[in-house]
């Protein structure tokens, strides 16, 4: 079983009270990447980024927490970066600074049980769009699972054209992961049973649809139910949704390396699924990093950290 997380790269520097406090490099699909590799689970990120000093951190972080860079594309210029302004309440709204060049990865051949995880812009921006439909076509027929983590900042109901997009996503998922925000922004719906039946007009589907201090409630065909937040003292919430998509694929492939089939997959065994996701998010919360801590990880790695 294969872990592939596909997403943009950013550089992203911190701002409090307008002064710069830190920066780490990040992007949806790297932080869930770094998390997984701290596990020490076979992961690969497929992404783009620059052959400048930015890309050069970007890559050896990587390589330091085990993350397989062979489907990373670099290319001469400069490196995504993203600032992030915090509020009193540790929340950040985002100014983002694209890459000076726009290109595009090459996809591995999929394998039957590959798990796959992507989203943000990166899923739906026109360059390379055909590449990526035609991978995730591929991925959908051989029998890999796919979670598709939209994570729409930004109101897109008057914008039909990212929202088909969107939706042609969700059509290939298996699993659709997100925020209360992102489904009031890309559908105008703020209730998780209409969610699931809005994103189940293209077949099965599994919903992980997360509320923030209020938990996370998670849908299928035969059962739902929600799990409670873990109390947390919020440092910042960057990386925070990213983090519970790597809590979920990391009990994902616990649970299926139990000679489980996806379809298979009882209540107690989405319990314990959902509840790694709660317990990425909120460690990453109370961190100033993107990403779930070495000490965690390795705690989960030795079996000492049981949920």
Same mark, same amino acid.
């Given at each position: 079983?294969?872990?592939?997380?596909?997403?943009?790269?950013?550089?992203?520097?911190?701002?409090?009270?307008?002064?710069?406090?830190?920066?780490?490099?990040?992007?949806?699909?790297?932080?869930?990447?770094?998390?997984?590799?701290?596990?020490?689970?076979?992961?690969?990120?497929?992404?783009?980024?620059?052959?400048?000093?930015?890309?050069?951190?970007?890559?050896?972080?990587?390589?330091?927490?085990?993350?397989?860079?062979?489907?990373?594309?670099?290319?001469?210029?400069?490196?995504?970066?993203?600032?992030?302004?915090?509020?009193?309440?540790?929340?950040?709204?985002?100014?983002?600074?694209?890459?000076?060049?726009?290109?595009?990865?090459?996809?591995?051949?999929?394998?039957?049980?590959?798990?796959?995880?992507?989203?943000?812009?990166?899923?739906?921006?026109?360059?390379?769009?055909?590449?990526?439909?035609?991978? #995730?076509?591929? @991925? $959908?027929? !051989?029998?890999?699972? &796919?979670?598709?983590?939209? +994570?729409?900042?930004?109101?897109? %109901?008057?914008?039909?054209?990212?929202?088909?997009?969107?939706?042609?996503?969700?059509?290939?998922?298996?699993?659709?992961?997100?925020?209360?925000?992102?489904?009031?922004?890309?559908?105008? #719906?703020?209730? @998780? $049973?209409? !969610?699931?039946?809005? &994103?189940?007009?293209?077949? +099965?589907?599994?919903?992980?649809? %997360?509320?923030?201090?209020?938990?996370?409630?998670?849908?299928?065909?035969?059962?739902?139910?929600?799990?409670?937040?873990?109390?947390?003292?919020?440092?910042?919430?960057?990386?925070?949704?990213?983090?519970?998509?790597?809590?979920?694929?990391?009990?994902?492939?616990?649970?299926?390396?139990?000679?489980?089939?996806?379809?298979?997959?009882?209540?107690?065994?989405?319990?314990?699924?959902?509840?790694?996701?709660?317990?990425?998010?909120?460690?990453?919360?109370?961190?100033?990093?993107?990403?779930?801590?070495?000490?965690?990880?390795?705690?989960?790695?030795?079996?000492?950290?049981?949920?």
């Amino acid at each position: 079983m294969r872990i592939f997380t596909i997403g943009e790269t950013t550089f992203d520097i911190s701002f409090r009270g307008g002064n710069p406090v830190g920066a780490c490099s990040g992007g949806s699909a790297y932080n869930s990447a770094i998390s997984l590799g701290r596990c020490g689970l076979p992961v690969s990120l497929i992404s783009t980024f620059g052959n400048d000093y930015i890309g050069d951190l970007s890559m050896a972080f990587l390589f330091k927490n085990g993350v397989n860079c062979n489907l990373i594309k670099r290319f001469d210029g400069q490196s995504r970066v993203a600032l992030a302004f915090f509020d009193s309440v540790n929340n950040a709204c985002y100014s983002f600074y694209q890459a000076s060049k726009d290109v595009f990865p090459d996809y591995p051949g999929p394998q039957k049980n590959d798990l796959i995880l992507l989203g943000s812009s990166f899923a739906i921006r026109d360059n390379g769009r055909e590449n990526l439909l035609e991978f #995730l076509h591929q @991925a $959908k027929e !051989v029998g890999c699972i &796919i979670i598709y983590d939209p +994570n729409a900042r930004q109101p897109l %109901t008057d914008k039909p054209a990212i929202v088909n997009k969107v939706l042609q996503n969700i059509a290939l998922a298996t699993i659709v992961k997100g925020s209360d925000q992102d489904f009031q922004n890309i559908f105008g #719906l703020n209730d @998780a $049973k209409n !969610v699931f039946t809005r &994103i189940s007009e293209s077949g +099965n589907k599994t919903l992980v649809y %997360t509320k923030g201090a209020d938990g996370a409630e998670l849908f299928t065909p035969d059962f739902d139910f929600a799990v409670k937040a873990k109390e947390t003292k919020v440092i910042s919430t960057i990386g925070a949704g990213d983090n519970f998509s790597a809590g979920i694929v990391y009990g994902l492939f616990n649970q299926l390396d139990n000679n489980l089939t996806f379809e298979e997959l009882a209540l107690l065994d989405w319990e314990k699924i959902m509840n790694y996701g709660i317990l990425f998010s909120s460690e990453v919360c109370a961190l100033s990093e993107n990403y779930l801590s070495v000490k965690t990880a390795e705690s989960l790695r030795s079996n000492r950290l049981i949920l």
